[in-house]
């Protein structure tokens, strides 16, 4: 069956240090991959997704993503935090069947040092 | 980006009574749109898909009959939560896709803000 892993579940970073959060999915095939952000109390936003092409995907806010097929992995990264990064960050994937369903995985909490 | 609301933001009901909730999507047809439930520090668990017209779908576990869902347009989705308990509160949050013409990959799903829900 298809898996999201997120094995950090808390990340602690200071403010202007670079971040990477992990993920590694296990599906028979290459899936769409997607990193969401969540504030508190608040829904999910986009932050980039991968459908095929270059490996190493744009989001917004600042935040990149490198899809490694390989390592079946799909890791977030960002070069410089803000305090406003910090949220929960859920790494997700969806097979390639426009008519399947999104799984999530446990998500990572980020934290930021002042 | 497209833009899909939830009302209300929040609710607190007595036990026994229903609740329903209303997910949208304002600038967009949304031909499925699905429902999540999240506890407080847990990722979003999917809980039933929503076809316009269709009947739902619902994950293993998820009870249909307390949990009703009803897709009438394409643009609007409800979850009514029947003779809620203090278990059943949670943050429910809506996601709708908007289908695009065109291959694979292009359907992408578009979150609501979610809805609080506190049973007392």
């Known amino acids: 069956a298809q898996s999201v892993t997120q094995p950090d579940i808390h990340i602690t970073v200071s403010e202007g240090a670079s971040l990477e959060l992990r993920c590694n999915y296990s599906y028979g095939a290459t899936p769409y991959l997607f990193w969401y952000v969540q504030s508190p109390g608040q829904g999910l936003q986009l932050l980039l997704k991968?459908?095929?092409?270059?490996?190493l995907v744009q989001g917004i806010k600042g935040f990149e993503a490198e899809f490694k097929r390989s390592q079946s992995s799909f890791n977030l990264r960002k070069p410089s935090v803000h305090w406003s990064d910090a949220a929960e960050y859920f790494c997700a994937v969806a097979p390639m069947n426009r008519d399947d369903k999104i799984i999530f995985g446990k998500g990572t909490r980020l934290h930021i040092l002042p | 980006g497209a833009v899909v609301s939830q009302h209300p933001s929040w609710v607190i009901c007595k036990s026994g009574t229903s609740v329903k909730i209303e997910c949208r999507s304002l600038?967009?047809?949304?031909?499925?749109m699905f429902w999540y439930r999240q506890f407080p520090k847990q990722s979003l668990m999917l809980m039933a898909t929503s076809n316009e017209g269709s009947k739902a779908t619902y994950e293993q576990g998820v009870e249909k009959d307390k949990f009703l869902i009803n897709h009438a347009s394409l643009t609007l989705s409800t979850l009514t939560v029947t003779s809620a308990h203090p278990e059943d509160s949670s943050f429910y949050i809506c996601s709708a896709r908007e289908r695009l013409a065109g291959g694979p990959g292009l359907d992408e799903q578009f979150f609501g803000p979610g809805t609080r829900l506190t049973v007392l």
């Open positions: 600038d967009f047809q949304a031909t499925t």
């Open positions: 991968y459908f095929s092409g270059d490996t």
